[in-house]
């Protein structure tokens, strides 16, 4: 054990360190993996041996949008979470959680919590007043019917809500408005939709193989990735791999925690990553190291694939267009060929440019062309959804009697007819969420009145935060739904408090794993937090007694009963279940005949084979084959990268006080080189500025980071003015609006320029 672990130890055992501070300590120092088991037991519990049955065990479920959706055991005494471990029984799991998950019990009792409904008086004043859930319900319900009586429908009311709560039962939030007529939703995802659609282009669906699997793989590329900080449990499936004579390579422009593990790294230049995968294509095609097998009885397309790689992409080329030299590209294509198997794990960072649906399916085509598809420790890995096949109950509600909305067809941006020919039937309007603050001040016919925010914080999320603070000006009434007063709160007119994962019943799979896992209710709901079904059940209820019949949302319910109606037989048999309650001995995982996605090669595509050459693509205006699309013309001298820090999911975890120990402040890093030619110096405060706005924060200078490149890493500090969205606009992915409605958004496509401040 090393000395930092003993002396961690030894403090917890010796002294009055609570069991959550010494699990915090450990966890967030990086320490925790080196403990044994049963003295991490003693130090947190008090006692090394049947320190379980001192507590009430519970089951419990990440709900947090990332790779691992870790299984939990929690342990309560006396109505009160004590701490919380990973759950043993799941493979993935296998006991441990990553920073964010030991900081759970800090997030439920930190005092900064949303503890009761709250009216702001004036938005954005800071001058809260706190309401009753009655008074709440009742002024959010009459300005529902309020604008239903002025614009003759609901689509002046507007759901804005994504990923920050993925319990199966959170889909309430869709249904609640179901359940009052037809809305405007705003539709798509920031997070992997232009990688879906070129996967979906490519083999007819996002599948990929089990992460643990990757014991199996001879060779694994983890591209545009950084699993040691964002799927912490995925390394010990590569370390494994390597252990037994597995090459790990990571591409990435940043040299990353994952990179420092690695036996090869490789700096490519942003958004370069294409006519990297390219490159390596065309170096295996004049070597003749194809798998010919592959290429000719379950592919398509293969030679138009080959002659457009012959006549449009050289190796110099590459070199140029990827920053990576020709000897590199070289080597690393032949070592992927010659390893059987070999694997890609393709990254949701490479997809967020204007030509990141491209690049996906360029390595895709790669992983194919080297018949490494279909194989146990092989495949191009990037999410799947194979075990989401749930009743959401919460999500099905009819739409009132004579409820009116937009005719079925229009499409994203069609004309907006409420009263069709024929009976035709109405939908919701859908708006693109990755351009959130365009929309709402774009869309009329009926102009955006109500905005109602679950599940999401925009104004620490999304682009252009000035503009989007223009758009939240035009609004009558903006509802937000959270644990935490974030900067979107800030922009509220009711915030109503909601609980933790802890607090409710539901039930959690991941799309990076293959697990399914229980989330009960270890602890009653601290103040007077509700959940989605229960606030959803509080409006109706109202809104029906203001104006029978304006709601179909069911009015009794308990959070337990909703979840046990999100199963069915086909989830029992996916899992080997009897019953949802055997779920209570641990999570499970799917009976699937094979770790590797396409093991049959029975593709989803049109052809049903893989298609290098999709007709389908071409249709929705893009290349037929993987061809290299141009990077974003620069609009500032350097690129500016923006991507998950350790601490933090987005703007959740780092706004905790246990956090901020150790992750105090936002920094910009800067490679030497270009700090030295603007006079910048380590430590010096800086502004990081584009033609949006501006960041005011502290250099920190590395070659981590190529010279063109700004890095800040997202996150939403407490009592703090710092949000790299101030620097990001809303530039659109190439792909996204095939599968998810709306295209990705350019994230990493993004440029600034720093001085001292």
């Known amino acids: 054990m090393k000395d930092s672990c003993k002396d961690l130890v030894s403090r917890a055992l010796g002294s009055s360190v609570s069991r959550r501070r010494f699990l915090q300590m450990l966890a967030l120092s990086g320490a925790a993996a080196a403990v044994p088991g049963s003295l991490l037991r003693a130090a947190t519990a008090g006692a090394e041996i049947g320190y379980e049955e001192a507590f009430e065990v519970f089951r419990n479920a990440c709900p947090r949008n990332c790779y691992d959706s870790c299984s939990i055991k929690t342990f309560v005494k006396d109505g009160v979470i004590q701490f919380v471990e990973g759950a043993s029984e799941s493979s993935f799991t296998a006991g441990g959680l990553c920073v964010k998950g030991y900081a759970y019990p800090r997030r439920?009792?930190?005092?900064?919590?949303?503890?009761?409904?709250?009216?702001?008086?004036?938005?954005?004043?800071?001058?809260?007043?706190?309401?009753?859930?009655?008074?709440?319900?009742?002024?959010?319900?009459?300005?529902?019917?309020?604008?239903?009586?002025?614009?003759?429908?609901?689509?002046?009311?507007?759901?804005?809500?994504?990923?920050?709560?993925?319990?199966?039962?959170?889909?309430?939030?869709?249904g609640m408005m179901s359940s009052l007529g037809y809305t405007t939703r705003f539709v798509g995802t920031p997070c992997w939709p232009a990688g879906i659609d070129a996967q979906n282009y490519d083999t007819g669906e996002m599948w990929c193989n089990d992460p643990e699997d990757m014991v199996e793989s001879k060779y694994i590329i983890v591209w545009g990735a950084n699993p040691a900080w964002c799927s912490v449990h995925s390394m010990k499936f590569i370390f494994e791999a390597q252990r037994?004579?597995?090459?790990?390579?990571?591409?990435?422009?940043?040299?990353?925690?994952?990179?420092?593990?690695?036996?090869?790294?490789?700096?490519?230049?942003?958004?370069?990553?294409?006519?990297?995968?390219?490159?390596?294509?065309?170096?295996?095609?004049?070597?003749?190291?194809?798998?010919?097998?592959?290429?000719?009885?379950?592919?398509?397309?293969?030679?138009?694939?080959?002659?457009?790689?012959?006549?449009?992409?050289?190796?110099?080329?590459?070199?140029?267009?990827?920053?990576?030299?020709?000897?590199?590209?070289?080597?690393?294509?032949?070592?992927?060929?010659?390893?059987?198997?070999?694997?890609?794990?393709?990254?949701?960072?490479?997809?967020?440019?204007?030509?990141?649906?491209?690049?996906?399916?360029?390595?895709?085509?790669?992983?194919?062309?080297?018949?490494?598809?279909?194989?146990?420790?092989?495949?191009?890995?990037?999410?799947?959804?194979?075990?989401?096949?749930?009743?959401?109950?919460?999500?099905?509600?009819?739409?009132?009697?004579?409820?009116?909305?937009?005719?079925?067809?229009?499409?994203?941006?069609?004309?907006?007819?409420?009263?069709?020919?024929?009976?035709?039937?109405?939908?919701?309007?859908?708006?693109?969420?990755?351009?959130l603050g365009r929309e709402i001040l774009q869309t009329q016919d009926p102009q955006i009145r109500m905005l109602w925010l679950a599940c999401r914080n925009p104004f620490s999320q999304d682009p252009d935060t000035a503009l989007l603070k223009k758009a939240f000006d035009t609004l009558e009434m903006v509802v937000v739904v959270d644990q935490f007063f974030t900067k979107s709160v800030e922009q509220a007119d009711i915030v109503l408090p909601h609980t933790t994962l802890f607090e409710e019943y539901t039930v959690n799979v991941g799309y990076w794993h293959y697990w399914l896992s229980l989330n009960e209710q270890a602890i009653q709901p601290m103040y007077e937090s509700k959940s989605d079904v229960q606030i959803a059940a509080l409006l109706s209820r109202r809104m029906n007694e203001l104006k029978p019949g304006s709601c179909?949302?069911?009015?009794?319910?308990?959070?337990?009963?909703?979840?046990?109606?999100?199963?069915?037989?086909?989830?029992?048999?996916?899992?080997?279940?009897?019953?949802?309650?055997?779920?209570?001995?641990?999570?499970?995982?799917?009976?699937?005949?094979?770790?590797?996605?396409?093991?049959?090669?029975?593709?989803?595509?049109?052809?049903?084979?893989?298609?290098?050459?999709?007709?389908?693509?071409?249709?929705?205006?893009?290349?037929?084959?993987?061809?290299?699309?141009?990077?974003?013309?620069?609009?500032?001298?350097l690129r500016l990268l923006t991507p998950h820090s350790k601490f933090s999911l987005h703007s959740q975890f780092q706004n905790l006080d246990f956090m901020e120990d150790f992750n105090p402040e936002p920094l910009v890093y800067i490679h030497p080189a270009t700090a030295r030619a603007r006079g910048i110096g380590d430590g010096d405060q800086v502004r990081v500025f584009n033609r949006l706005g501006d960041a005011r924060l502290k250099a920190r200078l590395t070659d981590n980071v190529s010279a063109d490149v700004l890095l800040m890493y997202e996150a939403w500090f407490r009592n703090s003015d710092f949000n790299v969205q101030n620097l990001l606009d809303d530039e659109s992915a190439d792909m996204g609006a095939y599968k998810t409605g709306a295209p990705g958004i350019a994230t990493h496509d993004q440029f600034a320029d720093v001085e001292r401040a």
């Not at 279940?577 to 029975?602: C, M, T, V, Y």
């Open 108 to 174: 439920v009792y930190s005092p900064d919590r949303i503890k009761y409904p709250m009216l702001q008086v004036g938005r954005g004043s800071g001058n809260w007043k706190r309401l009753s859930w009655e008074e709440a319900i009742d002024r959010i319900a009459g300005k529902i019917l309020e604008i239903n009586e002025k614009d003759g429908n609901l689509l002046g009311l507007a759901l804005d809500k994504y990923s920050g709560n993925f319990g199966i039962t959170h889909y309430g939030v869709e």
């Open 244 to 435: 037994r004579g597995a090459k790990l390579v990571v591409i990435d422009p940043v040299f990353t925690q994952t990179a420092a593990k690695a036996d090869l790294y490789i700096q490519v230049d942003t958004a370069g990553d294409g006519a990297l995968a390219l490159g390596m294509a065309r170096h295996l095609l004049d070597k003749g190291k194809i798998d010919r097998r592959f290429v000719t009885e379950h592919a398509l397309g293969f030679e138009d694939f080959a002659n457009y790689l012959r006549q449009n992409v050289t190796l110099e080329w590459a070199a140029e267009e990827s920053g990576v030299p020709v000897p590199v590209i070289r080597q690393l294509a032949e070592e992927f060929a010659a390893a059987d198997p070999a694997t890609v794990w393709i990254g949701y960072g490479m997809q967020r440019h204007t030509n990141g649906g491209a690049s996906v399916r360029a390595i895709d085509a790669l992983v194919a062309m080297t018949g490494n598809i279909g194989k146990v420790g092989g495949g191009a890995r990037y999410g799947h959804l194979r075990t989401w096949g749930f009743n959401y109950n919460a999500m099905v509600n009819s739409a009132p009697e004579g409820a009116v909305g937009m005719v079925d067809g229009a499409g994203i941006k069609g004309d907006f007819h409420f009263i069709g020919e024929g009976g035709a039937k109405y939908t919701d309007r859908p708006l693109n969420m990755n351009q």
């Open 552 to 637: 179909t949302f069911p009015t009794e319910l308990d959070t337990r009963k909703w979840m046990e109606k999100e199963f069915n037989q086909g989830i029992y048999d996916l899992f080997g279940l009897n019953s949802w309650e055997d779920l209570r001995q641990g999570p499970a995982k799917a009976k699937i005949p094979s770790s590797a996605a396409w093991h049959d090669f029975k593709f989803k595509t049109p052809s049903g084979k893989y298609e290098f050459s999709s007709a389908l693509a071409a249709e929705h205006g893009h290349k037929a084959l993987p061809e290299y699309r141009p990077k974003r013309a620069a609009t500032a001298p």
